[in-house]
């Protein structure tokens, strides 16, 4: 642990340790104190490093305190502070953050690999399980599961309540916003954005009497670069989003979406066209343009056999 005023400390609790021991030892730059709660002694080693890195050592002083047991006296000032409706030296808020601290250390333990990797940030409640491939940028925040053999690409961002199974692939700067699971199967190329509580499916014909959750199981689903899926949508497994595409807030997807479709409905249907920049593209004679950013499109680009 660290302090504001760079203090550093180490903790080392276990109640499976082969030997039963309460110490105390406080470094400072004349010396080291020890406190025994066992042996009940405190002790001045008057030792250090100097700054051209040479040791000194002076002896050990033995310091004289009073010889009193400290869960007694723990347990008295408790309840003098009982009788006398006084805060104790140990209240609430530090008690508060005694377990703050234990919480941060148990999370720390299971993300192994935020503190191996330092190119991604993970959210202290999120997990990355071992074996999880992270890129370079990435945010994974509060509460989010990535699980091992997952894949994910450089500059994503993970929402609050995402969850990555094993062996899916994410590329780069993709946006996976809150409650969204990417289930296996599941592949992301580059730039997609998915909306809040949007969901993927693996399996067609799922049964919970006749599992079906291996591998061989799932049905691949594609979404190419620049794809973007709206709020509460819901994509049957095995279709392919192509590039650019966009899905409606809402839609159920159940087969291909052409590049650049912009879909809607239940089941979803091509509603019209979007640009690279998300804008809905206007028809002009022979070609497409974007009123926002300019672009323009012609018109055998896309597939009209889509339309209905």
Request: glycine fraction near 10%; charge should be negative; proline fraction near 3%.
């Amino acid at each position: 642990i660290t302090f504001e005023n760079n203090v550093q400390a180490h903790i080392h609790v276990s109640w499976l340790w082969p030997e039963d021991e309460r110490k105390t030892i406080i470094i400072g730059t004349q010396g080291m104190i020890t406190y025994d709660e066992h042996e009940n002694k405190v002790r001045l080693h008057k030792k250090g490093v100097k700054g051209d890195l040479s040791t000194w050592d002076e002896g050990i002083d033995e310091l004289s305190f009073d010889d009193r047991d400290a869960l007694e006296e723990e347990a008295k000032h408790f309840l003098e502070c009982i009788r006398r409706k006084t805060e104790p030296v140990t209240g609430g808020e530090i008690s508060g953050k005694v377990v703050d601290i234990l919480f941060r250390a148990g999370n720390g333990l299971k993300n192994t690999n935020i503190v191996r990797n330092k190119n991604y940030f993970a959210h202290e409640s999120a997990y990355v399980d071992e074996g999880a491939v992270i890129g370079k940028g990435t945010k994974i925040w509060h509460f989010s599961h990535v699980m091992s053999g997952a894949e994910i690409g450089e500059n994503c961002t993970l929402g609050q309540n995402v969850f990555v199974a094993r062996n899916v692939k994410i590329g780069n700067n993709v946006k996976i916003q809150n409650n969204v699971s990417v289930y296996e199967g599941v592949t992301l190329e580059d730039d997609v954005f998915c909306g809040p509580s949007m969901v993927f499916t693996n399996v067609k014909t799922p049964r919970s009497a006749y599992p079906r959750n291996t591998s061989e199981d799932y049905i691949p689903t594609i979404v190419k670069r620049g794809a973007s899926i709206g709020a509460n949508a819901i994509i049957v497994c095995g279709v392919t989003i192509g590039e650019w595409a966009f899905v409606a807030a809402g839609a159920v997807v159940t087969k291909d979406v052409p590049p650049h479709a912009l879909v809607a409905g239940v089941p979803a249907k091509v509603v019209g066209w979007v640009c690279e920049c998300g804008t809905t593209l206007k028809f002009f004679d022979s070609f497409f343009r974007c009123n926002v950013c300019g672009k323009e499109y012609e018109r055998k680009m896309f597939n009209w056999k889509y339309i209905t």
